[in-house]
């Protein structure tokens, strides 16, 4: 399927590892031209000779994607390389785990800046360069927890709910306006996929059997990128493989 995306230019943080990079696969394979972003170079630098495989252009910003400035410098390099920006894909790992009534203010306020705060700045940064050019893809990704909050993550489900309402708010702007009615604002919130993450939160003994792929996932965000999903917006994807029980 041709996702139109092809020679387009996308933005992913947290690019080097896990559900980032395999974003990164998918819309290399799509075509995409890419400014990977993360803190670790050697494995961006990795990530980033992995998407060059399928022959596209790439370049990294080695850097925290919760510093204020890096949203921009993104978009900036972005312009500068590609002369365009069509898709911001913002990733960020996730906070340590943690019981609700045992986490403390500082704990809280680094989750929110790390999973809401890193998100919607970059999404603020490109919006301008996505309404010059008269296309936008926009993509946080999240958590399933945003529906189903996870016993003991209580500052992921913190943060990552704030940033669905956020998003949700965002994307209903971006539709009412005649300028931005082109960019789209979505979520995917994945389960338990097979990454690093996990395996820090799970030992191998009890460590889940059904876990998603996170080249999988990446493909289902290449899509929520392509000019099929012109009509999808506002919505919070759960790639979970069922385990959310909500309807």
Known sequence: MDLGLKDRAAIVTAASKGLGRGTALALAD??????????NADALAATADECRAF????????????????????VTLAAKRFGRLDVAVANAGGPAPGRALDVTDDQILAAVESNLL????????????MTDGGFGRLVCIASS?????????ALSNTARTGLYA???????D??????????????????????????????????????????????????????????????????????????
């Open 30 to 39: 799509a075509g995409c031209n890419l400014v990977l972003n993360a803190r």
């Open 55 to 74: 022959g596209v252009d790439v370049v990294e910003l080695p850097a925290d994607a919760t510093d204020p400035s890096v949203p921009d410098a993104l």
């Open 118 to 129: 890193a998100s919607a700045r970059l999404v603020r940064a490109s919006i301008p360069r």
């Open 145 to 153: 927890s945003v529906k189903q909050p996870i016993s003991g993550l």
């Open 166 to 172: 956020w998003c949700k708010t965002a994307a209903t």
């Open 174 to 247: 971006l539709a009412s306006d005649a300028a931005t009615q082109a960019i789209t604002l979505n979520l995917a919130c994945p389960g338990l996929h097979d990454t690093d993450r996990i395996r820090q939160l799970y030992n191998d003994s009890d460590k889940p059997s059904h876990l998603g792929d996170a080249e999988d996932f990446g493909r289902v965000i290449a899509f929520l990128c392509s000019t099929s999903a012109a009509f999808i917006t506002g919505q919070a994807v759960l790639i979970d493989g069922g385990a959310t029980l909500g309807l």
